[in-house]
């Protein structure tokens, strides 16, 4: 991957006399892992070989004790934080002498609940290859302490990635810094979720039963997700919201024959299709009143982050087989500042072989909102509602009793979905400035600063807590296999973590 | 049913000495269904007991051969027309001395398939009810000669009604007139079919080696169908036409992430949404280049028939649940004379509980075009296609391939169906006058001039065999579970057909 060879390229430099206090906690934690590369991978190997479905409560509480210990033995005071029948929340405090800032680092240890038949080998008994399956790799035994390791390895297990691989890179740097003499520049706080693969229901309650424990946080570091579809890595600003809507149109209150009643009955499909083209032109903007206003201005630094991303938009094309893409060919890390309105099924009646001679008393749309910043949910929803009501609608929760299809000519059932608004930090903020100055020491220029996924995860709750920024880091390969079977972590970049991370906790004050 | 009453108030106009032709064969055959009910009973019970699915040959031709005896008993020629392994079709001629004018009368023999775990008793094993089970009828014994028959009876049995109905009828019809001496006053032919429910595959077929027999007919009746919506006696002058096709338009190859690619990624629900918008306005009226102009205009004679012809439209909107009905609730049966442009079918991924994040690869429509007098069924697909066309889509046959995906941003892959033109026989032509001043002797002023039924079937064929106009007579009971478990005529319906037949074999010169 190419990021590699920009790090080696900037792990020249920092051999310079003048290093800035994070490159030489980069240094160190190379210099680290280069002599104990066998040794992470036996660490990891044990982590990795405990069972962790959030559901599977005695295997999650295996895992949550063994990681607790780990921490603890470095330094970490360590609690698990208890609700009700959830897995324990894993909270960790190190605190450094003289440190003003205070920054909580986010990892989950569960993970994905597997189908060991759909794997090459079963997903709790960590596997090493030469390099990825797919590409030919071939399974070798993991190394004996003292032997040398390659970045292009892969270890294959659930949670090898996501999102387990955090914690044996940040181990490894913690005991690079201790072994260099090199303090934290920080308050380290760990809070390890066990049901993010089940939903973090109970995070917002741990978060507002502990506040105290959270308020004083600077800057929240979500340590999940893949580097970017690039290869190179990434320091992530936001995530978009999401919410949705269902929209039945009626036809007739039952199928009717389409030649005894075709072209006299109204079909469903019709109505529908009307309704959806008054929604969206064909560039692909969104022409329900209001839908683009609540959205927070796209930044100058946002901007400018954008247009330094690399442009992928091509090849994704390709790769997509799409000749064109939205707003004529609008990149796509700005079309993801702005909420859209996704078409993500419809459904009336049958088509192909199984369709018949019939005029469906129903057609049905679903359609998916993804928000951002400044896009509250329930207000979203309430514009496209606002907007079949323009279109002559008559809006019902259930379907319509004999006496409301005879007043209304036009009804539309409204089956609104939960959902949560966007989250995006503030690229300008002082408090983010030494994390992405400390970054390049870890990933060279290469490092690409986004403004926003594209998709959804609740980050929103960590904005009640304190007004710290938010940023994600990532690490894993981005072909890692993340939620499918044969999941694995590229070393390169289990390895890109142990610097980066040493980065993180050194970077320079504000 | 309200037409019994007129036809009895006819009834006594009947017995006033200046008789025509057909209102004293009208006159006779009442006496002798009332003389001889229960014999016309018994007679019919023996012919549904024979099963009659097109495809048990066997039984298929046991029926075949116990009605072209009946035939033969009462003066007709019977050959059993073969082809191949087809059933065979019934043919027979009963000439009349000095007749200038050939009717051939069309019934199908062959019944609907039938799942017996379905019905309230075994299907070929007839059953006699006070009135329809639905309604409270209650089980009786056939009546014995000479006890009298009630007209609101029911026969329950495969094909009561569709289609052996006409048989024993038309059998009662020609014994009351061979008793009464009354002539017929034309030649009659039979062309009983028996595949008609299976798709009469054939028909075509035997039209064409037999076309010696039938080049000579002067005017078709087709015993077929259930009376008017309203229960009155209808004459019926067309059906529409079919066709149709399926379009599917494409967005990415693949499903993508909706909050990765959401409005960066065309979705084709959208693009499906606006193309189908564009064929069709709110009222109903259809957008497509052309799509009216090739429609035979409606006449005035069938205007004023329509005029005529009792307003159900309001009822139909109350029983099917529609506050409103297109172009501004235009009538029915108006809107029967024009092509319809009928969404019967429409799929995208899927939505509710099954919808899932994704921007779909494909979208589907199943659209079905029912066709008029005029209305080239192939040539209206070219209409729909050049359409497509006009709002930028490349039409393909197949899925695309990548070339194709990178060429053109619009792909719609159209799939059409097969398909007949209709067939509407000019009312004003001087050969049916003399038929429809016949029924009205059967029928009283009840019976109604119907234009054409909305729904389709294949009598384009008869056209090509003679320039005769081509009508149907039908006289089931609306009610008559057609195609359905517990299929039923009604007695005053079937005693109908006899004084309906009886004004037809004796209708005036013209």
Chains 1, 2 share one sequence.
């Not at 024959?257 to 009307?274: M, V």
Request: one cysteine or more.
């Amino acid at each position: 991957m190419k990021y590699f060879a920009a790090v080696a390229a900037a792990g020249l430099s920092l051999m310079a006399p003048a290093l800035a206090e994070s490159a030489g906690a980069v240094a160190a934690a190379r210099d680290w892992r280069a002599d104990h590369g066998a040794e992470i991978l036996a660490g990891f190997v044990d982590l990795l070989s405990l069972p962790n479905d959030a559901n599977d409560a005695e295997n999650i509480r295996r895992n949550a004790d063994y990681i607790t210990a780990l921490f603890a033995e470095r330094g970490f005071e360590m609690a698990l934080l208890e609700s009700d029948e959830a897995p324990p929340l894993i909270y960790g405090l190190r605190e450094t002498p003289g440190a003003a800032r205070t920054i909580a680092i986010y990892v989950h240890y569960d993970g994905q609940p597997t189908e060991p038949a759909d794997w090459t080998h079963p997903p709790f008994e960590p596997r090493l290859y030469t390099r990825a399956m797919t590409e030919g790799g071939e399974e070798i035994a993991f190394p004996k302490r003292g032997e040398p390791v390659d970045e292009d390895w892969r270890i294959y297990a659930r949670s090898a990635s996501d999102d387990k691989a955090p914690i044996p890179a940040l181990l490894a740097t913690i005991d690079a810094l201790d072994e260099a003499g090199i303090g934290f520049t920080s308050n380290i706080k760990l809070i390890f979720d066990g049901e993010e693969e089940a939903g973090s229901d109970y995070l917002d309650d741990y978060l507002r039963l502990h506040a105290d424990k959270f308020a004083d946080v600077d800057l929240w570091l979500f340590c999940d997700g893949p580097t970017h579809q690039s290869g190179r890595p990434q320091l992530v600003f936001g995530v978009r919201g999401v919410t949705g809507l269902d929209v039945t149109v009626y036809g007739p209150n039952r199928g009717l024959h389409s030649g005894h009643y075709g072209n006299w009955a109204p079909g469903p499909g019709w109505r529908l299709a009307q309704l959806l083209a008054s929604m969206k032109d064909e560039k692909g903007r969104v022409l329900i009143k209001d839908f683009y206003k609540s959205s927070a201005p796209i930044s100058k630094a946002e901007r400018a982050a954008i247009a330094a991303m690399p442009d992928t938009d091509a090849t994704l094309r390709e790769t997509f087989g799409l000749a064109e893409t939205e707003m004529d060919n609008a990149p796509l890390g700005e079309r993801l500042l702005l909420p859209a309105l996704n078409l993500k099924g419809l459904k009336s009646a049958e088509v192909g072989a199984l369709s018949r001679n019939v005029i469906p008393p129903t057609a049905t749309a679903s359609i998916g909102l993804r928000l951002v910043k400044g896009n509250d949910p329930d207000a979203m929803l309430d514009l496209v509602e606002a907007h079949i009501e323009k279109q002559g609608f008559f809006i019902v929760r259930e379907d319509p009793d004999a006496a409301m299809r005879a007043k209304h000519p036009l009804i539309a059932k409204v089956t609104r979905s939960g959902g949560y608004p966007a989250m995006r930090s503030n690229m300008d903020d002082a408090r983010v400035a030494p994390l992405i100055a400390a970054l390049k020491d870890a990933a060279g220029e290469d490092l690409i600063l986004n403004p926003s996924l594209g998709g959804s995860l609740p980050l929103y709750m960590f904005e009640s807590v304190s007004d710290a920024p938010i940023v994600i880091l990532p690490i894993a390969n981005y072909d890692n296999n993340q939620h499918s079977a044969d999941e694995n972590i590229r070393l390169g970049n289990l390895f890109y973590g142990v610097d980066a991370y040493a980065a993180v906790l050194t970077m320079a004050a504000e």
